[in-house]
């Protein structure tokens, strides 16, 4: 089943994301290369692809897990979380409708 992480950011905390972004993407990577991943991102703190020092808000991750247990425990391994990126996260049950 699919599951929608979102984790939202803690105030002041670009330069963690930028430390601990490379591992984050490492973990990213072995989901698409087990072919779990369905999309991930960040969400930038304004209206632009590339917020500079405003930063982020936050991040999304929709994947392939076999339960919601497994979808909060590799949330809760994630880089992101474990290094103070995140000041909290969702793991939600998601249902892909579009694109078919």
Same mark, same amino acid.
């Given at each position: 089943?699919?599951? =929608?992480?979102?984790?939202?950011?803690?105030?002041?905390?670009?330069?963690? +994301? !930028?430390?601990? +972004?490379? =591992?984050?993407?490492?973990? !990213?990577?072995?989901?698409?290369?087990?072919? +779990?991943? &369905?999309?991930?991102?960040?969400?930038?703190?304004?209206?632009?692809?590339?917020?500079? @020092?405003?930063?982020?808000?936050?991040?999304?991750?929709?994947?392939?897990?076999?339960?919601?247990?497994?979808?909060?425990?590799?949330?809760?391994?994630? @880089?992101? =979380?474990?290094?103070? &990126?995140?000041?909290?996260? +969702?793991?939600?049950?998601?249902?892909? &409708? !579009?694109?078919?």
């Amino acid at each position: 089943m699919l599951y =929608a992480i979102l984790g939202e950011d803690a105030p002041g905390s670009l330069a963690k +994301r !930028l430390a601990a +972004r490379p =591992a984050h993407l490492e973990r !990213l990577k072995e989901l698409q290369e087990a072919g +779990r991943l &369905v999309l991930a991102g960040p969400c930038p703190a304004i209206d632009s692809p590339d917020p500079g @020092p405003a930063g982020f808000s936050g991040s999304l991750i929709v994947a392939e897990f076999d339960s919601l247990d497994e979808a909060q425990a590799w949330a809760a391994a994630d @880089p992101y =979380a474990s290094e103070g &990126v995140f000041a909290g996260m +969702r793991v939600l049950p998601f249902r892909k &409708v !579009l694109p078919a």
